[in-house]
Nanobody
């Protein structure tokens, strides 16, 4: 199995910064694409930012220029640096990891989710 541990959420004033971390551990051959999603109550979960194993990144239009996604492959950890936070960034943030595992001799890729971390931005 693959375990994901998120940290770094909290309460911050508008204009402030937070840094989220997502550390992967367990039994896997490799970690492939990684991403951060967020969800407000009553709304669909949306992709905030993603990063490939090679370091290519993509961002939702709403966070471009303010958020930066990165990863440390040696530590199997992904980060989300969030600057110039706005009240509309308030949500539960989830990390998502595509991990390849060897199951009975076959290589298979599965998606895993973190437990979520609350980010609250006050106006």
């Amino acid at each position: 199995q693959v375990q994901l541990v998120e940290s770094g959420g909290g309460l911050v004033q508008a204009g402030g910064s937070l840094r989220l971390s997502c550390a992967a551990s367990g039994s896997f051959v490799s970690i492939n694409d990684m991403g951060w999603y967020r969800q407000d109550p009553g709304k669909q979960r949306e992709l905030v930012a993603s990063i490939t194993s090679g370091g290519s990144t993509d961002y939702a239009d709403s966070v471009k220029g303010r958020f930066t996604i990165s990863r440390d492959n040696a530590k199997n950890t992904m980060y989300l640096q969030m600057n110039s936070l706005k009240p509309e960034d308030t949500a539960v943030y989830y990390c998502n990891v595509q991990a390849t595992r060897r199951i009975w001799g076959d290589f298979r890729t599965y998606a895993y989710w973190g437990q979520g971390t609350q980010v609250t931005v006050s106006s």
